[in-house]
């Protein structure tokens, strides 16, 4: 089966700039994580869905994070505006559903600088 | 507030020598633990849960709720070992999972 996807992988822009990464989870799964993980930390979750629901966005920066799962597959996140300490690796990854019986499948990332 | 602590960022152990990357957890609760690896160049994986009670690749890991660790272990290391290791912590309440920083493994030929 194919894994997730997501793009793009690169990502440079200055502070203040905007970006979108986007997600697309393994087919058939219902929830999906968007995680960061800044250099030498373990991956942060941001937020959770259940397929178009949001479970769990404690942690997201809501003043300058969003992130959207409209149709229950894909799923967007937005940083508006950035700023240096932004700079990490975005992590999506996919599961058959929340519990943690199942296991969750992690896409290659975007890595994204801001300077 | 729950934890995982990784104490080692690099381990570096002789190919066919013991291996034991080390993870502390704080949490109130019955917690469940996993290992997490990322070799070079590949995504984020699942390794082992504790939940499964399986070995995987060679590699172990106990839970010890005395000393609230979660160490993972293999007898003899092999080069293809070498990669990104996470502890990572789950609570009971909700499917949140918490990550250690990590620790780097690298086998010596």
């Known amino acids: 089966e194919a894994g997730v996807a997501q793009s793009p992988r690169y990502k440079i822009i200055e502070k203040r700039q905007s970006v979108a990464f986007w997600c697309n989870p393994i087919?058939?799964?219902?929830?999906l994580y968007w995680y960061q993980q800044i250099l030498g930390q373990g991956p942060k979750l941001l937020i959770q869905?259940?397929?178009?629901?949001?479970?769990?966005d404690s942690q997201l920066p809501k003043d300058r994070f969003s992130a959207e799962r409209l149709k229950g597959v894909d799923s967007t996140l937005k940083i508006q505006p950035a700023k240096l300490e932004d700079s990490a690796v975005y992590l999506c990854?996919?599961?058959?559903?929340?519990?943690?019986?199942?296991?969750?499948?992690f896409g290659p990332g975007t890595r994204l600088t801001v300077t | 507030a729950q934890r995982v602590t990784q104490p080692e960022k690099l381990l570096s152990v002789f190919k066919g020598a013991p291996v034991e990357l080390k993870c502390n957890y704080s949490?109130?609760?019955?917690?469940?633990l996993f290992w997490y690896v990322q070799y070079s160049r590949q995504r984020l994986q699942l390794l082992l849960r504790?939940?499964s009670r399986e070995s995987i690749k060679g590699f172990t890991a106990d839970l010890n709720k005395g000393e609230t660790s979660f160490h993972l272990k293999k007898p003899f290391a092999q080069e293809e070992d070498s990669a990104m290791y996470y502890c990572?912590?789950?609570?009971?309440?909700?499917?949140?999972?918490?990550f250690g920083k990590g620790t780097r493994l690298h086998i010596l030929p």
């Open positions: 990854a996919s599961s058959l559903a929340g519990s943690l019986y199942y296991e969750q499948y």
């Open positions: 087919s058939g799964h219902a929830t």
């Open positions: 869905f259940q397929n178009n629901g949001v479970v769990d």
């Open positions: 949490y109130s609760g019955s917690p469940e």
């Open positions: 504790h939940i």
């Open positions: 990572a912590l789950s609570g009971s309440q909700d499917d949140k999972i918490i």
